[in-house]
């Protein structure tokens, strides 16, 4: 990340959940450099808060919530997101993607999630009824 005068450096951390066949994770930003024990000590306190009471829609986006409110952290979402652009090797396949930004205060939510499927390549496609 280039850094203009005067700005304070961002550090990032991540959060990963998989509790199930699903992957969940929450990226974290913040001007202070925690060590891995320091930021997992935040971590478990503010797991520990959360655990029996969240709204959210994972543990790891409570935790997120809680350490963005208690301890400076920004939860990077796509609340951030001003553009997103298209990338291929194809000139007429790079080009800026319509976005839908909602805040979180918003009540129009979108109708959708973004998941991550990590799959074994030696796995058979869906819907590949073709001998392996």
């Given amino acids: ?3 203009r005068d005067g700005d304070a450096p961002l550090f990032f951390y991540e959060l990963h959940e998989s509790d199930t066949d ?7 930003a913040h001007e202070t450099e925690y060590d891995e ?6 971590v478990l306190e503010a797991r520990t808060r959360v655990l029996d009471s969240f709204t959210e829609d994972s543990l790891v986006e409570a935790v997120g919530a809680d350490l963005a ?4 952290f ?7 997101l001003r553009v997103a652009v298209n990338v291929s ?7 800026v993607s319509d976005l839908q930004v909602t805040s979180k205060a918003s009540s ?3 109708d959708y999630r973004t ?5 074994d390549p030696e796995d058979s496609l869906w819907g590949d009824d073709r001998p392996g």
Avoid at 37 to 42: G, N, P, R
Avoid at 74 to 80: F, G, S
Wanted: hydrophobic share 60%; proline share 2%; aromatic share 8%.
């Fill in 89 to 95: 090797a194809q000139d007429e396949g790079t080009f």
């Fill in 37 to 42: 024990a320091e930021f997992l000590e935040l």
């Fill in 108 to 110: 129009s939510a979108p």
């Fill in 115 to 119: 998941l991550l499927v990590d799959v």
């Fill in 74 to 80: 920004l939860v990077i979402d796509d609340t951030q």
């Fill in 22 to 28: 699903l992957f969940a994770d929450v990226l974290l």
């Fill in 1 to 3: 990340m280039a850094l």
């Fill in 69 to 72: 409110a208690r301890a400076g």
